[in-house]
């Protein structure tokens, strides 16, 4: 199994920069495509970004295409999600997911606790 822990969410400006981690530990993370999902009061939880096991592939949701950027570092055993040009409704709790597998074909059972980004306006 593998155990994820997100951090660097926090409070930012309109248009600001945040990048958040996705620590891993128990097993590789080479092993796993990674994933981060978002969820807002209310709203059901959200794809936001994945990456297949090497980098090599990127996915990403409508809402942050050419704004926020995964990557991964398996050296580290870590991923990423690089947020820029951040709006108000960016705001959210994201989550770290690891799905077995090479390439990326939707969330695995594997969740981190999450980390709250708010985007004031």
């Known amino acids: 199994q593998v155990q994820l822990v997100e951090s660097g969410g926090g409070l930012v400006q309109a248009g600001g920069s945040l990048r958040l981690s996705c620590a891993a530990s128990?097993?590789?993370?080479?092993?796993?495509?990674m994933g981060w999902f978002r969820q807002a009061p209310g709203k059901e939880r959200e794809f936001v970004a994945a990456v297949s096991w090497n980098g090599g592939r990127t996915y990403y949701g409508d809402s942050v295409k050419g704004r926020f950027t995964i990557s991964r570092d398996n050296a580290k055993n870590t991923a990423y999600l690089q947020m820029n040009s951040l709006k108000p409704e960016d705001t959210a709790v994201y989550y770290c997911n690891a799905a077995e597998g090479r390439l990326w074909s939707g969330p695995g059972g594997y969740w981190g606790q999450g980390t709250q980004v708010t985007v004031s306006s």
């Open positions: 128990g097993r590789t993370l080479s092993s796993y495509a």
